[in-house]
């Protein structure tokens, strides 16, 4: 029962350039949540989305960011003209729909972003 | 709007003692509230939550956690200190009322937990 997926696990940019962030859910579950976690930080939540609809975007910044999550395939985090300050680990969560399992979300183990 | 304060960066305790890693939080209505672990460059795992019902919540690896609603509290416990339970634990909250179609977690930044040999 493979947990969630992310890749890649590790990518360095250049400044200017784009990073794409991939996340499965796990089988069943049909909630994705991104967030980040910067250095000597907590996660800052930045977006939750079900199967082709964006349900809350609230901690997203205004520019460069777009998170996507198609009928088919994983969710993608996209984060255009990549700059120093986007250098931190991005969290992919998952959960399933119901009342008594609510907020518990499984992670992922991470895509680390160095922008150089 | 919701938050969690872990007020200790740090936790140093000896292996075999019991240990503590506090957090308390502020939201507007009723609180749903958790605890996390996570490992070096690893991510985050559950270890418990509060939803309703007992104050006193158990969870995985021997962890607990007392629900305080007078002093908003939600302090992660556990009676003796294992040497592998060095790692990053974070408390988090979501209101009852953001309802079913939202499940936004607000975490705090985090305790580091050292257990000595």
């Known amino acids: 029962n493979a947990g969630v997926m992310q890749n890649p696990r590790h990518l360095v940019r250049r400044r200017g350039q784009e990073a794409r962030l991939r996340c499965s859910p796990m089988k069943g579950h049909s909630h994705v949540y991104w967030y980040r976690q910067l250095p000597e930080e907590g996660l800052k939540f930045m977006v939750y989305?079900?199967?082709?609809?964006?349900?809350?975007e609230s901690g997203m910044p205004k520019e460069r960011f777009s998170a996507e999550f198609p009928k088919e395939g994983p969710s993608i985090l996209r984060i255009q003209q990549v700059v120093r300050g986007d250098s931190a680990a991005y969290f992919c969560?998952?959960?399933?729909?119901?009342?008594?399992?609510?907020?518990?979300?499984?992670f992922g183990e991470g895509s680390r972003l160095t922008v150089l | 709007a919701q938050s969690v304060a872990q007020p200790e960066d740090q936790v140093n305790v000896a292996e075999g003692n019991p240990l503590t890693v506090k957090c308390t939080y502020s939201?507007?209505?009723?609180?749903?509230l958790f605890w996390y672990v996570q490992y070096p460059n690893r991510g985050l795992q559950f270890l418990l939550k509060y939803i309703t019902g007992d104050n006193l919540v158990k969870g995985s690896y021997g962890f607990e956690a007392e629900f305080n609603k007078s002093q908003t509290s939600f302090h992660l416990k556990k009676p003796s200190a294992l040497v592998s339970d060095s790692a990053l634990y974070f408390c988090?909250?979501?209101?009852?009322?953001?309802?079913?179609?939202?499940?936004?977690?607000?975490f705090g930044k985090g305790t580091k937990l050292s257990v000595i040999p």
């Open positions: 988090a909250v979501r209101e009852e009322s953001s309802g079913a179609g939202s499940y936004q977690l607000t």
């Open positions: 939201v507007s209505g009723n609180p749903y």
């Open positions: 989305l079900q199967k082709e609809n964006i349900i809350d």
């Open positions: 969560a998952s959960s399933p729909p119901g009342f008594r399992r609510a907020g518990e979300l499984f």
